[in-house]
Every structure is written in structure tokens, then in C-alpha cells.
């Protein structure tokens, strides 16, 4: 399995650009989620989703979409960038195997907005 | 969920036990314990978890005191890859997870050769 996967894994964008972040994992799981990791501060939740066609905001919602069309994939996209979105993006997924809440993160996406 | 105390950094010497303390005085019944780390640069690494009794996996072990208000991590031999920021997250089951983690500032772990 190669568990979660990213890309880009870094990106540079100008203000007011779009683009998508992309995020899959192959282990089935129902539940995914997007992070963001702002320096020297801890994770905090954009979008999750538990399940396809079915997703919710998180603390950090505005300037980002989500949408989740198929178990594996779960693209976050940035509408119109701003240096306020400069950060490191993660994306997690988890299951109910064995009744836990066990999240899988990978590698990051370092987003630099100008 | 409950709120968690770390101690903001620890240095352990290399092929020593490292142990990461853990205060949650408010942790509730249903409530588990899960510890993450982060390696720098990396995504959150899962670690173990608990409810009630001490666990052992293959990376650490994790000791509930019998009132559940705190608990330790023990990685038994600290090497130099376990240089990290550790995570003490309490939260209850909620099927799956996806509504996500709370991530305090943990507890940076350095491993002196």
C-alpha cells in the first residue's frame, strides 16, 4: 500500500491564482480530512469529508473547496490564493477498523502564495 | 474533548528510554488517549493509543495511570530518528475521525547522541 499520497509536493502561486491540491490513499478508508500547518503552530482542520459525495467544513474553512466523488480522492481546492493561505497542507484518512479513530497523514504539499 | 498539558521540550541521550508525560485531569470515561509524533518537515506519524490499560506496540508503550488523569509514552530506545514533536491527544471514539485531531504544541523530544 502506499497509503496517502500528495502532490504537488511544493507549489508557489501569485495572489489571486487557483489551484487544486491533490490527495488519495489506497486503503479503502471512508473518512479523509485536510489540515493545514501554519509555522511553529499546530494542525488545524479545513474540509473533512465521511465518505463519498458527503463533506463538511472544519475550523478553517473559508478560501478552500472540497469535494469527494470516489473513496479514494479528495482534492482541496484554492479559489483565489492569498499569502494568508502560505502554509503546509495535509491530508489524513481514517477508518473504523477496530473501533479507533486512527488517522493516516501524508507527506504534505508547501504552498508559498507572493 | 479534553484538554491536554505537555511539557514544551525533553532531551533524552541516545539508546536511553525516553518517557513523555502527559496531564489530562478532565479526560472523561469513553475518552482515549492517542499519541502522534511529527518529525520535522513530515506529516503526523500515528504512534498508540488507549483507553484504560497500559499498550505496547512495536514503537513504544503507553501507561495510563489508574485514575486517567495523566499518562507516560515510553520509547524504550531512543535512537536519533525519534527526534520529534510528540502529541498527547484525548478524544472519544467517533467512527472514523474525520471531524479531526486537536493538536496542542506537544512536547519536542531531542535525542542527544
Known amino acids: 500500500n502506499a497509503g496517502v499520497t500528495q502532490t504537488p509536493k511544493f507549489q508557489v502561486l501569485k495572489t489571486g491564482q487557483s489551484m487544486t491540491l491533490q490527495c488519495a490513499q489506497d486503503?479503502?478508508?471512508?473518512?479523509m480530512s485536510w489540515y493545514r500547518q501554519d509555522p511553529g503552530m499546530g494542525l488545524r482542520l479545513i474540509h473533512y469529508?465521511?465518505?463519498?459525495?458527503?463533506?463538511d467544513q472544519g475550523e478553517v474553512p473559508n478560501g478552500y473547496n472540497v469535494s469527494r466523488s470516489t473513496t479514494e480522492d479528495f482534492p482541496l481546492r484554492l479559489l483565489s490564493a492569498a499569502p494568508s493561505q502560505t502554509s503546509v497542507y495535509f491530508c489524513?484518512?481514517?477508518?473504523?477498523?477496530?473501533?479507533?479513530?486512527?488517522?493516516?497523514f501524508g507527506p504534505g504539499t508547501r504552498l508559498t502564495v507572493l | 474533548d479534553a484538554k491536554t498539558t505537555q511539557p514544551p521540550s525533553m532531551d533524552c541521550a541516545e539508546g536511553r528510554a525516553a518517557n513523555l508525560p502527559c496531564n489530562h485531569s478532565?479526560?472523561?470515561?469513553?475518552?482515549?488517549v492517542y499519541w502522534y509524533r511529527q518529525i520535522h518537515s513530515q506529516g503526523p506519524q500515528y504512534i498508540i493509543h488507549?483507553?484504560?490499560n497500559n499498550e505496547t506496540n512495536e514503537m513504544a508503550s503507553l501507561i495510563i495511570t489508574e485514575d486517567r488523569k495523566s499518562s507516560t509514552l515510553i520509547l524504550p530506545h531512543a535512537t536519533l530518528r525519534d527526534t520529534a514533536v510528540y502529541y498527547c491527544?484525548?478524544?472519544?471514539?467517533?467512527?472514523?475521525?474525520?471531524?479531526?485531531?486537536?493538536f496542542g504544541k506537544g512536547t519536542h523530544l531531542i535525542i542527544q547522541p
Open positions: 488507549g483507553l484504560k
Open positions: 489524513a484518512s481514517s477508518s473504523t477498523d477496530r473501533g479507533t479513530d486512527t488517522q493516516y
Open positions: 486503503m479503502n478508508h471512508e473518512y
Open positions: 491527544i484525548v478524544r472519544l471514539y467517533r467512527g472514523g475521525g474525520a471531524d479531526g485531531l486537536t
Open positions: 469529508s465521511v465518505g463519498a459525495g458527503i463533506t
Open positions: 478532565t479526560i472523561s470515561g469513553n475518552e482515549y
